[in-house]
C-alpha cells in the first residue's frame, strides 16, 4: 500500500507536515476561471455594484468605438439595456438529452461522439447535451435531423426555435460618460467585492452560450481553495477533516475545467461544482489546512481522480455508476461507511430490499452516527408526487406530462449500495422509468436514493401517498464530509481519511502532467 501513498513520514504519524512538498520548486498554482455571476442580463432589471476594497481603485479595461480604454475608478455599476436588432434573429437549437448533473450529461456527450455527432454540453438550467451548429445547415433541415437523432436513440431529443427583435448590452457610467458593449475587464492591486462579497484575482463580464453573460472570476486555485472549503464542509469541522476537504476540492476543481467550455469558463460558484464565496469568510482553521496541503491532490494511473464526496453517505458509500451514467470507477466503489464490521455488504447486498430495510434500521457505531440526514423519512402525498412529476416531465417536454393519474410507483431496480437506479411509474399514460439521480429530479424533497417506499392506502385499498425511507444526503459517492469528520474525531488524520474513502489512489503533490488530461473524462 505504501507505493500509493508516498507523502511524508510526518503524514503517517498523525502530523499535518508544514511543507508536504520538498522539492526545490515550489508547488503549482494554476489559475481557474470561475462563473461566480451565471446568467447576468437574464431578466432587464440586472445589476452589479463592484467596488474596490479599501483605498484601492478598480481598473477597468474594454473597447469601444473600436478603441481600447482603460479607467481608474473605485466602484462600478453595470446594468443591462436592450438592443434593438436590425434584422430579427432567429435561434434553433438541437437538445439530444437533460440531465440533472454534468457526470451524466458527459456520458451521454460521449456516446454520441463515439455515433459521430459533434454534440457539446451546455447548462442553461439543467445539464443539456446539444448538437453542435452545422455550417450552412438550413433551419428547414433541422426538422429532419431530429428525427434521425431519434432513430438512433435520442427518444427525449427536441428542437427548440426562438426569434429575437432586441438582444441584452452592458451599460456602465464612468464619469459623465456612458459606455454599452458586450465585454468588461476589472482589476485591482487587492480584493474586488461584488455584491458585497470580496473575490481574490480578476474580474471579466463576458457573454455566453445562452444571449446573455457571465461574470467570471480569474483566481490561482490555492485562493479559489479559500472561498470553498469553509462552504463545504464547514469552518468548525476537526482540522483533519477540513484538510482531506481542502485536498479534494483542489483535485475536484482541477478535474473539472471541463464543464463549461461552451461559456468560454471553466468552474460554477454553486453546488452543480463547489460552493465558493469569495473571500467572505476566511478563517484561520481553514487558511491553515490549504496552506499545510498545499499542491496535494489525489491521482489514479497518473491522473487527478473524480474527487467527488457528498454531506452523508446514510453509512453505506456508492458506485460512481450508482449515482451517474458512464464507467465505473475503481476508486469509487461501495463500502461500509463504518470502521467496525456493522455489515457485510457481499453476503448481504442491498439490492435486495429486505436487506436494505435491516440496514436502514441500523443507527450506532457509524462514522455519521447521530447526523441530521444519516436517517430520514418523507411522506408524499398522491397528488403530491402527480405535481412533481408532471412538472419534471413539462421540463423535458415529455408528453407524458399530460397523464392524469398514477397507479403504482415502485422501485424496479437498484444497486447493491442500495441506491435506486431505476424508478417505474405506472400512469394512465403508460410506464414512465426515471433512473439514478433523475429520480431526486422528478420527487422533490428527497435527501439521497438510499431509500425504499412504503405505500399509504384507505381502507379500501385506494393509494393515498408514498413514505420515502431513506439515509443519507447527496449522492453518497466517495467521501462523506460527516463522516470525515467523525473519523478525524478518532484520531484519524487526513491521509488515513482520504485512502479509506477512495483505495487504490495516490496522494501526491500537482504535477504538469496530470492537467494535459483533464478535458477528458477521470479514469
Not at 470561475?34 to 455594484?49: A, E, K, M, T, Y
Not at 473605485?74 to 436588432?85: F, H, K
Not at 464507467?327 to 455488504?345: C, G, I
Request: charged share 20%; aromatic share 8%.
Amino acid at each position: 500500500m505504501l507505493k500509493f501513498w508516498a507523502v511524508p513520514l510526518a503524514i503517517g504519524l498523525g502530523l499535518l507536515p508544514s511543507a508536504p512538498v520538498t522539492q526545490a520548486q515550489a508547488p503549482l498554482n494554476p489559475t481557474l476561471r470561475v462563473g461566480i455571476v451565471q446568467r447576468f442580463g437574464q431578466q432587464p432589471s440586472d445589476r452589479l455594484q463592484i467596488v474596490a476594497g479599501g483605498q484601492r481603485s478598480l481598473i477597468v479595461r474594454f473597447t469601444a468605438a473600436g478603441e481600447p480604454r482603460q479607467f481608474r475608478v473605485q466602484r462600478l455599476t453595470v446594468a443591462i439595456a436592450p438592443e434593438l436588432l436590425a434584422v430579427p434573429e432567429q435561434r434553433s437549437r438541437l437538445v439530444i438529452s437533460q440531465h440533472r448533473s454534468f457526470e451524466s450529461a458527459e456520458a451521454s456527450a460521449e456516446q454520441w461522439r463515439a455515433k459521430g455527432f459533434d454534440v457539446e454540453i451546455a447548462q442553461p438550467q439543467g445539464w443539456e447535451v446539444w448538437l453542435k451548429p452545422v455550417p450552412d445547415l438550413p433551419d428547414a433541415a433541422l426538422p429532419s435531423l431530429l428525427q434521425r437523432l431519434r432513430s438512433e436513440g435520442a427518444e427525449a431529443a427536441v428542437l427548440r426555435s426562438e426569434t429575437r427583435t432586441t438582444r441584452p448590452q452592458l451599460v456602465w457610467q464612468l464619469g459623465e460618460q456612458r459606455f454599452q458593449g458586450d465585454r468588461l475587464e476589472i482589476e485591482s492591486n487587492g480584493p474586488i467585492t461584488v455584491a458585497g462579497v470580496p473575490y481574490p484575482g480578476r474580474l471579466t463580464l463576458q457573454p455566453n452560450a445562452y444571449g446573455d453573460f457571465t461574470l467570471v472570476n480569474t483566481v490561482a486555485i490555492e485562493d479559489y481553495l479559500s472561498g470553498v472549503v469553509p462552504h463545504e464542509i464547514g469552518a468548525g469541522a476537526p482540522a483533519q477533516a477540513i484538510a482531506a476537504q481542502a485536498i479534494l476540492a483542489r483535485t475536484y476543481a482541477l478535474r473539472n475545467v471541463r464543464r463549461f467550455r461552451v461559456d468560454n469558463y471553466e468552474l460554477c460558484a454553486d453546488v452543480q461544482c463547489q460552493v465558493y464565496r469569495g473571500w467572505e469568510s476566511r478563517v484561520p482553521t481553514v487558511e491553515q489546512a490549504i496552506r499545510q496541503t498545499r499542491g496535494l491532490v489525489l491521482s489514479y494511473d497518473n491522473q487527478l481522480i473524480d474527487a467527488v464526496y457528498s454531506s452523508t453517505t446514510g453509512g453505506v458509500t456508492a458506485a460512481f455508476e450508482d449515482a451517474w451514467l458512464g464507467q465505473e470507477r475503481t476508486y469509487l466503489q461501495p463500502r461500509l461507511d463504518a470502521v467496525r464490521p456493522l455489515w457485510n455488504l457481499q453476503a448481504r447486498p442491498l439490492n435486495q430490499e429486505a436487506n436494505l430495510k435491516s440496514f436502514l434500521q441500523l443507527r450506532e457505531g457509524f462514522n455519521e452516527t447521530g447526523q441530521p440526514r444519516f436517517r430520514w423519512q418523507r411522506r408524499r402525498s398522491l397528488a403530491e408526487i402527480q405535481a412533481d412529476l408532471k412538472t419534471y416531465l413539462r421540463d423535458r417536454r415529455d408528453s407524458r406530462a399530460e397523464f392524469q393519474q398514477i397507479q403504482s410507483v415502485t422501485i424496479s431496480q437498484r444497486s447493491p449500495s442500495g441506491r435506486v437506479l431505476e424508478v417505474t411509474v405506472q400512469s394512465d399514460r403508460g410506464p414512465i422509468v426515471i433512473g439514478r439521480d433523475e429520480v431526486r429530479r422528478a420527487f422533490a424533497g428527497l435527501f439521497s436514493t438510499l431509500f425504499y417506499l412504503e405505500p399509504e392506502r384507505d381502507s379500501s385499498g385506494r393509494l393515498l401517498a408514498y413514505r420515502f425511507v431513506g439515509g443519507g444526503f447527496g449522492h453518497g459517492v466517495g467521501l462523506s464530509q460527516t463522516g470525515a469528520m467523525g473519523l478525524a474525531r478518532q484520531g484519524w488524520n487526513y491521509d488515513r481519511i482520504l485512502k479509506f474513502y477512495y483505495p487504490q489512489t495516490q496522494l501526491e503533490p500537482l504535477h504538469p502532467t496530470m492537467l494535459q488530461s483533464t478535458n477528458q473524462p477521470a479514469p
